[in-house]
């Protein structure tokens, strides 16, 4: 049977967000695979926005879902600081088999993000954020 494309959207959070960019994220949040006993861990691929170029691939393993939630977050604090100031990303969820290749497809994008490790917000991209994930922030510092 083969893998369904993880159900549900990657979530970033943060605690600044500017016009539904989250800046600097800290965490990136998924529902696993239907399939999930097919899966052997999950990758996290972070590219930027318009050409699509790959940036960084994190791979996380097969961190458990919350019990409450049945999601999976993952701290992408450190990977996020080694990206590029001022570039705008989003990034997918790909599910692993146990030789490390891809099975069954991209997850849907995240929203936008970016390291806001510059000075001042930074200008929105032209292509605009992906319209499919749902973006939150914690203001509680």
Known sequence: MKPTVIAGALLLFASTAHAQIVITPTTAVFTPSTDDAMVSGYRIVKRQIGPGTVTLLLDIGKPAPDPQTGDI???ISAAVALLPVGVYYEAIVQMLNPLGVVIGGNSP???AFTNGGGPGPPTPPLSGPPT???ITGDDSG
């Open 73 to 75: 977050a993952v701290d």
């Open 109 to 111: 994008p995240s929203n």
């Open 132 to 134: 499919r994930v749902v």
